[in-house]
């Protein structure tokens, strides 16, 4: 059964810092690609930064470009969110979620953690 468990969420005053986590239970074989997503309340789920699981590429939203690092570590299977100056527009439930090949949609989703930041 394919899992992608999601943690280190929580709340964290503006310009403070957070590593998301995301465990996953899957033969890495098969992804091509693994990201992380965040939706806030009453907004679309948007992209925040993606990896590629073989080379290590990666690609970030213009709104976290230059706060936010996306790393993955292929022995532990687990993909890392590093999020530094955070600001309350960060808030929101982010989630992780894998690509198993070049143009195929985001398949598997993990639940979502939460991430609050006050002012």
């Known amino acids: 059964q394919v899992q992608l468990v999601e943690s280190g969420g929580g709340l964290v005053q503006a310009g403070g810092s957070l590593r998301l986590s995301c465990a996953a239970s899957?033969?890495?074989?098969?992804?091509?690609?693994m990201g992380w997503f965040r939706q806030a309340p009453g907004t679309e789920r948007e992209f925040v930064a993606a990896?590629?699981?073989?080379?290590?590429?990666?690609n970030y939203a213009d709104s976290v470009q230059g706060r936010f690092t996306i790393s993955r570590d292929n022995a532990k299977n687990t993909l890392y969110l590093q999020m530094n100056s955070l600001k309350p527009e960060d808030t929101a439930v982010y989630y992780c979620?894998?690509?198993?090949?070049?143009?195929?949609?985001?398949?598997?989703w993990g639940q979502g953690t939460q991430v609050t930041v006050s002012s």
């Open positions: 899957v033969r890495t074989g098969t992804i091509y690609r």
């Open positions: 990896i590629r699981w073989n080379g290590g590429s990666t």
């Open positions: 979620a894998l690509q198993r090949g070049l143009g195929t949609p985001y398949s598997v």
